[in-house]
């Protein structure tokens, strides 16, 4: 966190470094990212300000083969996440100048809303493949007209209040208390 590297957290490849690998291939090493808009500016030593590396980190398995056989796996990567992969909850807050969207697996028509919503204009976004419209002109559930209806009238008593038509403190001051001495008076 120190680093401002975490919580979706965006950068920019500048370089990077590798080494040979076991069979004499190139293997990513560090990965070297300047950080887009950090919270604080950040300093390494012979680096420029706001470029952070990334090494490798390796993680390490094992494994039960069908013949009961155990077996050790060892893995090495650089643990970053690209842009395309955002997800629909680590998208909030941000607006895209140039917004990619699949919205091909995205459950409810809030997650649609999300993912769209961050496009700086409609002709900065390009949606990736087909989605399922029903997410969008289907029914809502008896569960979010429920609450658009209570909203409504939260609405209606703030406004009332306001402008000197009614007593806020009705009932014992929550939601379902207030709504139905509301709806009765």
Same mark, same amino acid.
């Given at each position: 966190?120190?680093?401002?590297?975490?919580?979706?957290?965006?950068? /920019?490849?500048?370089?990077?470094?590798?080494?040979?690998?076991?069979?004499?291939?190139?293997?990513?090493?560090?990965?070297?990212?300047?950080?887009?808009?950090?919270?604080?500016?950040?300093?390494?030593?012979?680096?420029?300000?706001?470029?952070?590396?990334?090494?490798?980190?390796?993680?390490?398995?094992?494994?039960?083969?069908?013949?009961?056989?155990?077996?050790?796996?060892?893995?090495?990567?650089?643990?970053?996440?690209?842009?395309?992969?955002?997800?629909?909850?680590?998208?909030?807050?941000?607006?895209?100048?140039?917004?990619?969207?699949?919205?091909?697996?995205?459950?409810?028509?809030?997650? /649609? /809303?999300?993912?769209?919503?961050? @496009?700086?204009?409609?002709?900065?976004?390009?949606?990736?493949?087909?989605?399922?419209?029903?997410?969008?002109?289907?029914?809502? @559930?008896?569960?979010?007209?429920?609450?658009?209806?209570?909203?409504?009238?939260?609405?209606?008593?703030?406004?009332?209040?306001?402008?000197?038509?009614?007593?806020?403190?009705?009932?014992?001051?929550?939601?379902? @208390?207030?709504?139905?001495?509301?709806?009765?008076?």
């Amino acid at each position: 966190m120190e680093l401002c590297i975490t919580r979706g957290q965006e950068g /920019y490849v500048c370089g990077w470094q590798s080494t040979l690998g076991s069979k004499n291939q190139q293997v990513l090493d560090t990965l070297f990212v300047k950080l887009k808009n950090p919270p604080k500016a950040i300093k390494f030593d012979d680096l420029p300000e706001n470029v952070v590396p990334i090494p490798k980190t390796s993680t390490s398995i094992e494994v039960s083969l069908p013949n009961d056989t155990k077996i050790r796996i060892v893995r090495s990567q650089v643990e970053v996440s690209l842009n395309f992969s955002m997800t629909d909850y680590s998208s909030q807050g941000k607006t895209r100048p140039h917004n990619v969207v699949d919205l091909n697996n995205l459950r409810t028509h809030q997650a /649609y /809303y999300t993912a769209i919503s961050r @496009s700086s204009s409609a002709d900065s976004t390009l949606i990736l493949q087909g989605f399922d419209w029903t997410k969008l002109t289907g029914k809502i @559930s008896g569960a979010l007209r429920q609450e658009f209806r209570e909203l409504e009238l939260l609405d209606d008593i703030t406004d009332n209040h306001y402008r000197g038509k009614t007593t806020l403190l009705l009932g014992d001051n929550t939601r379902n @208390s207030l709504i139905k001495a509301y709806r009765e008076a």
